[in-house]
């Protein structure tokens, strides 16, 4: 199912396409090479102004939501938990963000693909390389 945006999206873009099939269809290439009606040429303007404003609402609309979510930190690393992206978690003194979901077990430091450190604390911090963890 479409939310609005993306069906008006939809839309628009058919409709743009539609006006430069109609463009290029049943005229010569000597036609082609002469310059475009003010019509037409306003017709184009006015379906990519459309486009790029259908884009732009659905993108404030994105930002606004991540906006009103703030930082969510859930506290202590649990190794129990399962953490989303954009956890925020403290482990050995130090604040780390989880950059995509992160199974069980998976410690902030121990894969860099899924933690990132944000905050060192004092305690020092293990580095490992990026890559399968080996098993």
Do not use: F
Request: hydrophobic share 40%.
């Amino acid at each position: 199912m479409m939310d609005e945006g993306t069906e008006e999206l939809v839309i628009v873009t058919a409709r743009a396409e539609e006006i430069r099939t109609g463009l290029d269809t049943g005229y010569s290439i000597e036609e082609l090479r002469l310059p475009l009606s003010r019509r037409m040429v306003h017709a184009l303007v006015a379906a990519t102004t459309a486009a790029t404003a259908v884009k732009l609402k659905a993108l404030s609309a994105r930002i606004e939501a991540i906006e009103e979510g703030g930082i969510r930190y859930l506290g202590n690393y649990q190794r129990a938990s399962s953490y989303s992206k954009g956890d925020t978690v403290t482990h050995s003194g130090s604040l780390w963000v989880a950059l995509k979901a992160v199974a069980e077990g998976t410690a902030p430091g121990s894969d860099p693909a899924c933690w990132q450190l944000a905050s060192k604390g004092d305690r020092p911090v293990k580095r490992t390389t990026a890559g399968p963890t080996p098993t």
